[in-house]
């Protein structure tokens, strides 16, 4: 089977982990602080915290911005779970914004109609969560604008995106947003195993993330409310997690981090020939914005199927039979039975079922070779012709 998505050990990374193996710190070492500020240095954030997952990197960054009970916070249907659970997570309620046809990513009018609606019911987000979905960014400028008229604050969710553009800037410079989240999952485009990060510019929201990401516990006694006891002492001021990265986790992902351009250029080259390969095809490929890099995380189709006799789920699972990994990015969230309790109809956000309807992401990642992408497109073209 061809994945849609494969990690890349070279063995740089194995010495990499292996030394770490054998020095004194397997967690809360030198490590983690060095993958910090390489990655916040390349994308041009004042600070980045690591931390065990992107799920536990929204998580809190949710918190720290303050998200409870009471509050909303919007997102994308069509995202993974983990964008929209953080605000369940903080006790807050959760609603959804309609994704751009072209973009699949958050559309910005709906957001502009939702924004206007909830100000005179008085419902507004206090967090809106964007997704660069594919590693494509959203409109950022545009929801900034938007944010900032309305008093919402703003997470990308880039966990598609590390390495992408958005105006000739890398996507995690929070130059748009409050707080910036990566993921290293190995799917995604540089792994650390499991692993994230939360990327801010501001000095306050780093702290309260230091907190959260550790139990709530600080060392520092001018954040604590007593003198020390004494050196050993140490103060939870919040109610905090172990959401820690281990020595070895920042160790694979420094090293990784070194080919990170490497590994965005060869998906942009897959994604040029997939898009020569398959444009006679009935099929919607996409469509990149022309002043934004994307870190082409995902390559999905969309099949036109009045001029295809299969079903969407037919070509999907014929793939799959020929040895094509395809995978379907995403089930929209709101028609999960789990979100089901919250009233949501699945036709309340039409583009996203749309989309659901049609989209399968082929198998895409650095390592592929060009025989691979040619079985992919030979398979895909008996299946769809
Ligand atoms: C993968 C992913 C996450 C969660 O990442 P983990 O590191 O696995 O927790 C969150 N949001 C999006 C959009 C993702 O693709």
Not at 327 to 344: C, D, K, S, V
Request: hydrophobic share 40%; charged share 20%.
């Amino acid at each position: 089977m061809i994945p849609y998505g494969k990690q890349d050990i070279q063995q740089k990374d194995i010495d990499a982990v292996i030394e770490v193996l054998t020095s004194d710190f397997l967690t809360q070492g030198p490590k983690v602080p060095a993958f910090e500020s390489a990655v916040a240095e390349k994308v041009g954030a004042k600070h980045a915290l690591a931390v065990n997952s992107a799920t536990s990197a929204l998580h809190i960054a949710c918190l720290a911005l303050g998200l409870g009970k009471g509050d909303w916070l919007w997102t994308t249907p069509v995202t993974f779970v983990a964008s929209a659970n953080c605000g369940l997570y903080c006790g807050a309620q959760v609603d959804f914004v309609d994704v751009d046809p072209k973009t699949y990513n958050i559309s910005v009018n709906a957001l502009k109609d939702k924004l206007e609606k909830a100000s005179s019911e008085k419902r507004l987000p206090k967090v809106l969560v964007v997704v660069h979905l594919c590693g494509q960014p959203c409109q950022m400028q545009e929801i900034k604008l938007l944010a900032d008229e309305y008093g919402v604050k703003v997470i990308e969710d880039a966990s598609h995106a590390i390495g992408g553009k958005y105006q000739h800037d890398y996507i995690g410079n929070c130059k748009y947003s409050d707080i910036t989240i990566f993921s290293f999952h190995p799917v995604k485009i540089i792994t650390t195993a499991e692993g994230g990060m939360a990327l801010t510019n501001s000095n306050e929201l780093a702290n309260k993330m230091n907190l959260f990401r550790s139990h709530g516990i600080t060392r520092d006694p001018d954040s604590m409310t007593q003198e020390p006891d004494g050196s050993w002492y140490y103060q939870q001021v919040e109610l905090g997690f172990n959401y820690r990265m281990t020595e070895l986790q920042a160790a694979l992902g420094l090293s990784q981090l070194d080919r990170l351009d490497e590994y965005v250029a060869r998906r942009h080259e897959l994604a040029k020939r997939y898009d020569s390969l398959l444009s006679t095809l009935p099929l919607t490929l996409p469509w990149q914005h022309p002043d934004s890099y994307s870190g082409l995380h995902l390559y999905v189709i969309r099949l036109n199927l009045s001029q295809v006799s299969a079903t969407h789920r037919e070509v999907f699972e014929s793939l799959r039979e020929q040895g094509i990994g395809v995978n379907l990015h995403y089930i929209p969230i709101h028609t999960q039975p789990y979100y089901q309790q919250f009233g949501f109809k699945a036709e309340d956000f039409p583009e996203a079922m749309s989309y659901y309807g049609e989209a399968i992401s082929l198998p895409l990642f650095p390592t592929m070779s060009e025989s691979e992408q040619d079985k992919v497109v030979k398979v895909l073209t008996k299946v769809v012709s």
